[in-house]
């Protein structure tokens, strides 16, 4: 069912104050940023070898990411895994017994078909599918 680990989420409070650390004192690529309206959150993609580290920065004080930044503080939001096909894995998922956030995929950054599956299914760990397109 999953093909390999998409990426890292890691929520942050500002894009712009972090990205230096991430791109200048590690080296990482910036592959490019976007908003993501219906996450209400900006993100920025970054590549070291064949990994990705997705920074996410609420656009509102309603984002999902923003209420996780109030409880958590910066840092780990979510692990990402990519998928040949999101409705067969989401599917397998319920079967399963799984609690899915999206029992029906959703577009997240770069077009991407996502899917959340709960953190009390899968041992406190918010987990994304993802089908690139």
């Not at 959703?106 to 953190?119: D, E, L, M, Q, S």
Request: glycine fraction near 10%; charged fraction near 20%; proline fraction near 6%.
């Amino acid at each position: 069912m999953l093909s390999k680990i998409s990426h890292l989420g890691v929520a942050v409070r500002s894009i712009e104050e972090t990205l230096p650390f991430y791109r200048d004192v590690l080296g990482m690529k910036l592959t490019g940023t976007e908003e993501v309206p219906s996450q209400m959150v900006r993100v920025a993609f970054l590549t070291v070898g064949e990994s990705n580290i997705e920074l996410l920065e609420p656009t509102s004080p309603e984002s999902p990411v923003a209420k996780f930044l109030e409880k958590n503080g910066p840092g780990i939001h979510h692990v990402a895994y990519g998928v040949e096909d999101i409705e067969a894995a989401i599917a397998s998922l319920t079967e399963s017994g799984a609690r899915m956030i999206d029992a029906v995929p959703r577009i997240g950054a770069h077009g991407a078909k996502i899917a959340f599956v709960h953190p009390k299914s899968s041992g406190g760990v918010l987990t994304e599918l993802c089908q690139s397109h």
